[in-house]
């Protein structure tokens, strides 16, 4: 790896090639061109600086190296902290300009021996990048490690099409056309200064081997019936394939459960009180099967496989007051007259606590009605909690009524749509009820 003087040092290095190509040349070589200089300018014509005999090297073009732009990551960990250091892959690309007298066919004479050095030693070598650091002209490049890198930098030629000649020269330089030719410098790596938290060494690496086995969940049910309601006390029975692992979890609400003894490959059984108190919400949750393999010395749970996302909708209960059949229904403020209607606060306790943000309706029907009534029946909308003052959870709900006739009425509430269930009786439901007034 290089640090941001990579680029800078392969232009350099190039020139300085080049240079001791045409000075070995014009002093043993019969018709070399002698007195030619290298430069590292833009071709901006005449009056720019540009040598009257010689050899341009432009740098006009850098892209991402395809084979090695992704190898760094991933740079950073979850948590933001450095697993490795990154680096940026670079190609550059090169216009080699020629000027002199055409009369003498000095650019086609200095091209000829630009191509000859480069197809010879198309590699800059350490030792040259060395050199070059070495030589004053190039003091300001004396913190460049590309010599370290280790990956060599290699030039191959472009093949450019007198269009893209055509456009590079009138659009991008916008000088008159000069004699050149277009090369790749392959590869340069840019490597970031951060520092990489190191890790212990290993001191005994470990082969595990596992077949892939997904589990799969089919149905999640409650264990005591397809047609019971699944509420925060009752065991989920989950039904699949290939649910049992090394070792098995399920996962809901963001935490990793220990089911009950009973796994087999077809069916789990896991009981929601074992779920940390406040993690479940009344409504839609969803569940995974988790296996984990034990790995290491001392054997550790490693993450493996997860099953399917499975959803089940927990129901809300309505609290039973302790020590007693009742429910925990309160009334406060019921005010009317006679039959009614009535109006006032219901207060209900219910499990799991409602959320803050939780949509929470009331439903009371009416129970044995005179027999030349209709059963009345109402739906009170519970009115949003304030998200600055309202706890984050809470079992207990007020509800406002009115218009509300006297009589006994069960009492049923939806949190989040999901409706808690009633007590049933022989062929009726019974509880829990209220009565108003």
Not at 288 to 311: C, I
């Amino acid at each position: 790896m290089s640090n941001f003087l990579a680029i800078a040092t392969v232009t350099a290095t190039l020139r300085r090639i080049l240079q001791d190509a045409l000075n070995a040349a014009a002093a043993r070589e019969p018709g070399a061109v002698s007195g030619a200089t290298v430069s590292s300018l833009r071709p901006d014509g005449s009056g720019s600086g540009m040598p009257d005999k010689g050899i341009n090297v432009y740098l006009y073009h850098v892209l991402p190296n395809a084979s090695h732009r992704n190898a760094d990551l991933p740079t950073r960990r979850a948590d933001g902290t450095l697993a490795q250091r990154p680096q940026v892959a670079l190609d550059l690309h090169y216009l080699l300009n020629f000027y002199g007298l055409e009369s003498e066919l000095v650019p086609q004479r200095l091209l000829g021996l630009a191509l000859r050095t480069l197809h010879s030693r198309p590699v800059l070598t350490r030792q040259m990048i060395r050199d070059t650091l070495a030589d004053p002209l190039f003091s300001f490049l004396a913190g460049s490690d590309l010599a370290d890198q280790i990956e060599l930098v290699k030039f191959v030629p472009l093949s450019l099409s007198l269009e893209e000649l055509s456009k590079l020269w009138s659009v991008f330089f916008q000088t008159p056309y000069a004699l050149s030719v277009a090369y790749q410098g392959t590869l340069v790596l840019i490597e970031s200064e951060e520092t990489v938290r190191a890790a212990l060494p290993v001191r005994q690496p470990g082969v595990y081997v596992t077949p892939f086995r997904q589990p799969v969940v089919e149905e999640v049910m409650c264990e005591a019936g397809a047609d019971q309601p699944i509420v925060a006390d009752s065991t989920l029975a989950i039904r699949g394939q290939r649910l049992r692992g090394e070792v098995t979890r399920v996962r809901i609400a963001g935490q990793d459960i220990e089911p009950l003894e009973a796994v087999s490959d077809k069916e789990v059984q896991v009981q929601l009180s074992s779920v940390p108190a406040g993690a479940l919400l009344a409504g839609v949750q969803g569940l995974q099967v988790v296996h984990r393999f034990m790995m290491g010395a001392p054997p550790v749970a490693h993450r493996g496989f997860e099953s399917n996302v499975a959803a089940f909708v927990l129901r809300p209960k309505i609290k039973t007051i302790p020590d007693s059949v009742e429910y925990d229904i309160t009334k406060t403020g019921i005010a009317g007259t006679g039959d009614g209607p009535y109006a006032g606060n219901v207060t209900l306790k219910v499990t799991p606590a409602i959320g803050r943000a939780q949509r929470v309706v009331l439903l009371l029907n009416q129970i044995e009605p005179p027999t030349d009534h209709q059963p009345a029946a109402y739906t009170f909308n519970a009115p949003p909690r304030d998200p600055k003052t309202a706890p984050e959870k809470d079992e207990s709900i007020t509800i406002p009524i009115q218009g509300v006739n006297k009589a006994t009425y069960l009492v049923r509430v939806q949190v989040d749509g999901a409706e808690s269930p009633l007590d049933v009786a022989g062929d009726r439901y019974t509880k829990p009820k209220v009565k108003i007034p």
